[in-house]
């Protein structure tokens, strides 16, 4: 007869001897597999949501028990400080940013089972405004960078359409246009004037050193396509508004004149 103890889930060798009087003796060994009786969640994988959806979890895909059916299992939910989590008698989770907040969080999910064995696993939930990736990130490689900007500018030249996505992730004022300012949008970023695209209607603020970006773009197009770019530009009277950003007395780039921003606000 054999007792087991916490620890002891896993495959056991036992060796039986059998002797005669005579001291001849044989030996035979058995498997024997202790089972732990906790909840095992499998690995939940990392996932995306995009607001203002809701995304929903079917936990009971991923766990097991050995001896508890999964109605029975209870689950709750750590590490969610932005992320609202709820987690319904039918064990799905429906998860949603009510704030409209984006960015990643790591949440936990716990699950106990009637003996109060516990098993847990985290989960990293990217929320973002746009399927596939944040905002400025237009090729949704994880990365904002100098490709994001020439990606976009080859869509406003009509040279390859974005997709639906594409156009979303392009957006950086959340405006729902794409134009030159959303491009710029995204220079502030890969510049590090701003952290991140804004995401919502405001201005975009230009600055010196973003125009000077674009310029160093000129390699990336052809001449007709650039000029067709500067154009653009010119059209929403950007060079117009920086040349009155430099002009002003105190530094445009360490400290943006909001008349400047306004300026820009209502073109
Ligand atoms: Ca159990
Ligand atoms: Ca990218
Ligand atoms: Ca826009």
Same mark, same amino acid.
């Given at each position: 007869?054999?007792?087991? /103890?916490?620890?002891?889930?896993?495959? %056991?060798?036992?060796?039986?001897?059998?002797?005669?009087?005579?001291?001849?003796?044989?030996?035979?060994?058995? $498997?024997? /597999?202790?089972?732990?009786? $906790? #909840?095992?969640?499998?690995?939940? #994988?990392?996932?995306?949501?995009? &607001?203002?959806?809701?995304?929903?979890?079917?936990?009971? /895909?991923?766990?097991?028990?050995?001896?508890?059916?999964?109605?029975?299992?209870?689950?709750?939910?750590?590490?969610?400080?932005?992320?609202? &989590?709820?987690?319904?008698?039918? *064990?799905?989770? *429906?998860?949603?940013?009510?704030?409209?907040?984006?960015?990643?969080?790591?949440?936990?999910?716990?699950? %106990?089972?009637?003996?109060? +064995? &516990?098993?847990?696993?985290?989960?990293? !939930?990217?929320?973002?405004?746009?399927?596939?990736?944040?905002?400025?990130?237009?090729? $949704? +490689?994880?990365?904002?960078?100098v490709?994001?900007?020439v990606?976009?500018?080859?869509?406003?030249? +009509?040279?390859?359409?974005?997709?639906?996505?594409? *156009?979303?992730?392009?957006?950086?004022?959340?405006?729902? !246009?794409?134009?030159?300012?959303? &491009?710029?949008?995204?220079?502030?970023?890969?510049?590090?004037?701003? #952290?991140?695209?804004?995401?919502?209607?405001?201005?975009?603020?230009?600055?010196?050193?973003?125009?000077?970006?674009?310029e160093s773009l000129r390699p990336y197009f052809s001449l007709?396509e650039f000029?067709?770019?500067?154009?653009?530009?010119?059209?929403?009277?950007?060079?117009?508004?920086?040349?009155?950003? *430099?002009?002003?007395?105190?530094?445009?780039?360490?400290? #943006?004149?909001?008349?400047?921003?306004?300026?820009?606000?209502?073109?």
């Amino acid at each position: 007869m054999w007792s087991t /103890q916490d620890g002891d889930a896993g495959i %056991h060798p036992v060796i039986f001897y059998v002797y005669d009087e005579r001291g001849g003796y044989d030996v035979d060994t058995v $498997a024997i /597999q202790v089972m732990d009786n $906790a #909840p095992q969640i499998s690995d939940i #994988p990392d996932t995306s949501l995009t &607001v203002p959806d809701t995304l929903m979890l079917d936990l009971d /895909q991923f766990v097991s028990d050995c001896n508890d059916r999964l109605d029975v299992l209870q689950w709750n939910v750590t590490g969610n400080t932005h992320l609202a &989590v709820d987690i319904g008698d039918d *064990r799905l989770a *429906r998860l949603f940013s009510p704030d409209g907040w984006t960015g990643t969080e790591l949440v936990t999910f716990i699950v %106990h089972d009637p003996d109060e +064995n &516990v098993s847990s696993e985290e989960c990293l !939930i990217m929320v973002s405004l746009c399927p596939g990736g944040v905002l400025g990130d237009v090729d $949704a +490689n994880g990365a904002i960078n100098v490709l994001d900007v020439v990606t976009a500018i080859n869509h406003l030249l +009509n040279i390859q359409e974005l997709d639906t996505d594409g *156009r979303c992730r392009a957006d950086c004022n959340g405006d729902t !246009i794409l134009n030159v300012l959303d &491009v710029l949008g995204i220079v502030n970023v890969i510049l590090g004037i701003f #952290p991140e695209c804004p995401g919502e209607t405001v201005g975009i603020e230009i600055h010196p050193e973003a125009m000077g970006f674009l310029e160093s773009l000129r390699p990336y197009f052809s001449l007709p396509e650039f000029e067709r770019f500067m154009t653009m530009l010119k059209e929403v009277r950007i060079p117009e508004a920086l040349a009155q950003s *430099r002009n002003l007395a105190s530094s445009f780039s360490s400290s #943006p004149d909001p008349d400047i921003k306004k300026t820009i606000d209502t073109l």
